[in-house]
């Protein structure tokens, strides 16, 4: 299994405050990404990175920015929380074979409520 | 981005049973996976097929890339198998994921 966690694993927090997702690998994987769950959509890509301090936006970007500053950790922050983002967010990596096209693995996962 | 659709939405089997999943997506792929969401919330790779056939144990996949469509069979269906099955596609970085199909398999 790859090594992927994120933390905190759930967080209840009030809308307009700013709230900081980690998920951090042991693999040394080049690619990550942070996905948000939503009944009826499947999951939703919010924002990729493609090595430290590359980044890129995903399908759901509006609301949220992403950081990488080692190639171990990719953090997401949303910075005045919606109970729109109310969601489950996932992690994912990719490993590097030589090609861009990849299998994903994904973290456990962080359920995130705003009131 | 690519539009994936899956079918059948939902699915209940007794267990033993046969099935198939379908997954039909709008554009030329250089990758396609197939995930599985257990009843804890926890995303498993299945597999990684852009084309062609498959199989890891009772679970097998076949990919028509040319006819924009992926099947996932299930054999042998047990109980531990329910749970929600992903399709994701792109043809860049950004996998697009359908609805998925919400399979329960009943003892």
């Known amino acids: 299994d790859a090594g992927i966690t994120q933390s905190p694993r759930h967080k209840v927090t009030e809308t307009g405050t700013p709230v900081t997702l980690r998920c951090h690998q042991t693999e040394n994987h080049r690619y990550m990404y942070w996905y948000r769950q939503d009944p009826g959509h499947g999951l939703r890509l919010i924002h990729y990175?493609?090595?430290?301090?590359?980044?890129d936006k995903g399908e759901v970007s509006d609301g949220y920015s992403v950081s990488r500053s080692k190639t171990e950790d990719f953090l997401l922050t949303l910075e005045s929380a919606t109970s729109s983002q109310t969601s489950v967010y996932f992690c994912?990596?990719?490993?590097?074979?030589?090609?861009?096209?990849?299998?994903?693995?994904f973290g456990p996962g962080t359920r995130l409520l705003v009131l | 981005g690519i539009q994936v659709e899956q079918s059948p939405p939902d699915l209940i089997l007794q267990e033993g049973a046969n099935s198939t999943l379908r997954c039909n997506f709008s554009?030329?792929?250089?990758?396609l996976q197939w995930f599985h969401q257990n009843p804890w919330g926890q995303l498993i790779n299945l597999f990684y097929i852009p084309s062609g056939t498959k199989q890891n144990g009772r679970l097998s996949a076949t990919t028509v890339a040319t006819e924009r469509y992926s099947l996932l069979y299930i054999s042998s269906s047990q109980t531990t198998d329910s749970g929600v099955y992903f399709c994701?596609?792109?043809?860049?970085?950004?996998?697009?994921f359908g609805a998925g199909t919400t399979v329960t398999v009943r003892a």
């Open positions: 994912a990596i990719s490993r590097r074979t030589g090609e861009p096209q990849e299998t994903q693995y």
């Open positions: 990175s493609y090595g430290v301090k590359d980044t």
């Open positions: 554009d030329s792929v250089n990758n």
């Open positions: 994701a596609a792109t043809n860049d970085y950004k996998l697009s």
